[in-house]
């Protein structure tokens, strides 16, 4: 049972596994910094603690960004988008976001970088 405010849980369109897809921008510049993925839990625990808090899909547990690389993640806002299914995160990232060690996960480009 999701200990999410009512109001909030319900205006949330959640895949099939009961996720949202969070994208996460660094508060100031705007960067994306990363997608992660959140159930109402995680969203609970983000709201309430002030710290990106995720579930992670391969090892079916939350995870608090930043509690075991010591890069942590002090969320300024959180949005929802029009549709309901898809969450902006707004952080102050603290060191490097991705887990191969660069600041963002969207650090190789494709086309016309």
């Not at 909030?8 to 992660?36: K, S, Y």
């Not at 992670?56 to 929802?80: A, C, M």
Request: glycine fraction near 10%; charge should be negative.
């Amino acid at each position: 049972m999701s200990t999410l405010d009512p109001t909030i849980a319900e205006r949330l369109r959640r895949n099939p596994d009961g996720l949202l897809p969070a994208i996460v921008q660094q508060h100031d510049t705007g960067e994306v910094l990363m997608l992660a993925w959140m159930d109402d839990e995680a969203l609970h625990r983000t709201l309430t603690t002030g710290r990106g808090t995720y579930w992670s899909r391969s090892r079916q547990e939350y995870w608090v960004k930043g509690e075991t690389s010591g890069n942590p993640q002090h969320v300024k806002e959180v949005r929802l988008d029009c549709d309901g299914d898809t969450l902006l995160v707004k952080v102050d990232q603290e060191g490097v976001a991705c887990h191969t060690g660069d600041r963002t996960c969207f650090d190789s480009g494709l086309i016309g970088a």
